[in-house]
């Protein structure tokens, strides 16, 4: 556990290794949109935020459908250059890492080209649209030997790792309950256009693949493997205005939302919803923790705070829920940012992110377990199948198996 040792005031202007001899790493970046920028911003803050940087991001090449677009966000994020097929991202010989950013149904294909041409793989979630898809993308990135890293964020948030220290140091307790609950509203007119994220072709799944690869992500992060479900997922809207035709519908054929019991190999079981229709919800990505001992909660939308509770406080009248602003100089990544206080957001994860990729690669450190691999990107396709497969069948218990 940590000891307060520096509040950060009296730091910001320190020169650490001014001449340090860092090392570059070329990135080739497939999408440039809502992933292409918040990867893009990652890259370029972490070589001096988080200086002495493990290596200095290239930022080589980016790759798009549209050549207008692409090449006006090549100059916007400061890519040498651009391109309009994936394969010339993979032909590049300066890239040294694929980041594929792109939309679901083209995670697999062009991150297992790249693995095979010897590139260091990043993929966004839901790593694949299927197990199956997934487990050929660890796979080939396994047997080529390269890095592999699946973009679960919220595993960079520096509560969230906190959050995981006080579960491992056994600060809680015995495990009893993992409630996480993610809800958005962006869908719910129903005059919102059928984009890729409604179509199964493309997205493979709704809600589930979307907001719950987030959440399954972090109880596996935090509490461990879930060995068995029951779950339900319900579509609301089943068409929807096609974006270019808006006269014309087409239909929805993902899930709009889902609920989810688990149980866990430890012991504890537990509860994971999310949807895209929670009124009111922007970005209300939450879990709260019940153990013997204590429990926390934390809401992304607060993401510098973590709510703590411990039984055992002293005095007895002082006893309750706090909130705990996770920005001192000891708590994850903080020494990078600012004097305690001096809060982030949500953009910063990726810069976390990347900097421990990065780390991993140059050092020779594993991606697991703070970072998410690619069986880490299968195993939670492969709960997510085990959520959609009981909801078929009626809300049935699933077992979770490898
Ligand atoms: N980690 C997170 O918090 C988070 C948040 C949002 C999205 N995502 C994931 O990131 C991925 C992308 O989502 P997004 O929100 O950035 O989508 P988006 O629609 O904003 O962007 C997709 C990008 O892919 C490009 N693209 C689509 N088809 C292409 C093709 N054939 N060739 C080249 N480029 C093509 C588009 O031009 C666009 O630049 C998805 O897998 C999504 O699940 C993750």
Redesign the pocket.
């Known amino acids: 556990m940590g000891v307060a040792k520096e509040v950060g005031f009296t730091t910001m202007g320190d020169v650490k290794d001014p001449l340090v001899d860092i090392p570059t790493v070329g990135f080739g970046m497939?999408?440039?949109?809502?992933?292409?920028k918040?990867h893009s911003n990652g890259l370029k803050k972490l070589p001096y935020m988080m200086y002495p940087p493990p290596a200095v991001p290239v930022l080589v090449n980016i790759?798009?459908?549209?050549e207008r677009?692409?090449a006006a966000?090549a100059k916007r994020f400061g890519f040498k250059r651009y391109c309009?097929?994936?394969k010339d991202l993979v032909a590049d010989e300066e890239v040294q890492v694929l980041d594929n950013?792109?939309?679901?149904n083209?995670?697999a294909e062009p991150t297992i080209a790249a693995a095979e041409a010897g590139k260091h793989v990043v993929c966004?979630?839901?790593l694949g649209r299927t197990p199956k898809e997934s487990k050929a993308m660890w796979q080939a990135a396994r047997e080529a030997g390269v890095k592999h890293m699946a973009?679960?964020?919220?595993r960079f948030v520096p509560a969230v790792i906190q959050a995981r220290r006080l579960v491992k140091d056994g600060a809680l307790g015995e495990i009893f309950h993992f409630r996480a609950r993610y809800g958005q509203e962006w869908i719910v007119d129903p005059k919102f256009p059928r984009?890729?994220?409604l179509d199964k072709s493309v997205?493979g799944s709704g809600a589930l693949?979307?907001l719950g690869?987030?959440i399954v992500d972090l109880a596996r992060f935090i509490i461990g493997e879930p060995v068995a479900v029951n779950g339900l997922l319900k579509t609301f809207i089943k068409a929807r205005p096609l974006p270019d035709a808006p006269s014309k519908t087409g239909p929805v054929d993902v899930d709009d939302a889902f609920v989810a019991l688990f149980e866990f190999q430890s012991g504890a079981i537990g509860t994971m919803e999310a949807s895209r229709f929670s009124t009111g919800r922007k970005n209300f990505n939450t879990f709260e923790i019940n153990g013997s001992k204590g429990s926390i909660a934390f809401n992304l939308e607060r993401l510098n705070e973590l709510e703590v509770y411990l039984a055992d406080t002293q005095p007895a009248e002082a006893n309750g829920w706090r909130t705990v602003l996770v920005t001192e100089s000891f708590h994850p990544y903080w020494e990078n940012w600012w004097p305690h206080g001096h809060i982030i957001g949500w953009e910063h994860t990726f810069v976390h992110e990347f900097h421990h990729f990065l780390d991993c690669l140059i050092n020779g450190k594993d991606i697991s377990p703070q970072g998410a691999t690619f069986e880490d990107g299968y195993r939670c396709d492969v709960i997510l199948e085990a959520i959609a497969n009981s909801s078929a069948e009626g809300g049935a218990r699933v077992k979770i198996e490898y």
Do not use: I, Q, S
Request: net charge neutral.
């Open positions: 497939l999408g440039y949109a809502f992933m292409g918040a790759a798009g459908r549209t677009a692409v966000a309009t097929d994936w950013g792109a939309p679901n083209l995670h966004e979630k839901p973009c679960f964020n919220y984009v890729w994220r997205a693949g979307d690869a987030h």
